[in-house]
């Protein structure tokens, strides 16, 4: 691994921190800041969203109906596996497992599908998609996202 390839990764896992970060503390202007102009970004078979403002105008009323903004609630996104592959010197396939933890405990978990791409001296998400594999049976995400997708085992 090249000393460029270790910064990329480093810098990978910036965006996808800072995702999560605006993400949990409802700061969704963030994301302008992870996301390319023209990114793609499909959770849960909701639709594929084009470009930050439009995703943006997605997440924050998603917040809203999953109670994110109700008093004594609150998410953490952690991160766990991150597999980052590059297919190229400006671009990368990562794949990151998630759990995410409310008030009620752990809430649910899944995965992004990503597509990375450089942008200057960022890696921006130019494509993503987000799904939740298992959620408990209160969860509030499933309010907005509907049931969890368990993942087939590929046997692999």
Excluded: C
């Excluded at 810098?11 to 996301?35: C, K, M, P, S």
């Excluded at 766990?80 to 990151?96: H, N, R, Y």
């Excluded at 001296?121 to 494509?127: G, H, N, S, Y």
């Amino acid at each position: 691994m090249t000393p460029q390839e270790m910064l990329a990764r480093e810098a990978i896992r910036y965006t996808l921190e800072l995702y999560n970060r605006a993400a949990d503390t409802a700061h969704y202007a963030l994301h302008h800041q992870v996301f390319h102009p023209d990114a793609l970004f499909e959770v849960q078979g909701k639709g594929e969203l084009k470009g930050p403002d439009t995703i943006i105008a997605m997440l924050h009323p998603a917040a809203e109906q999953r109670g994110a903004f109700e008093k004594g609630n609150f998410q953490r996104h952690n991160l766990t596996t991150t597999m980052i592959e590059f297919a190229g010197p400006d671009s990368a396939q990562v794949v990151t497992y998630i759990i995410v933890v409310t008030e009620l405990g752990i809430d649910h978990s899944g995965r992004y599908d990503d597509e990375f791409v450089r942008s200057g001296d960022r890696w921006l998400i130019m494509r993503r998609h987000a799904t939740m594999e298992w959620a408990r049976p209160d969860s509030r995400f499933t309010r907005w996202l509907g049931q969890a997708t368990p993942v087939e085992s590929s046997g692999e």
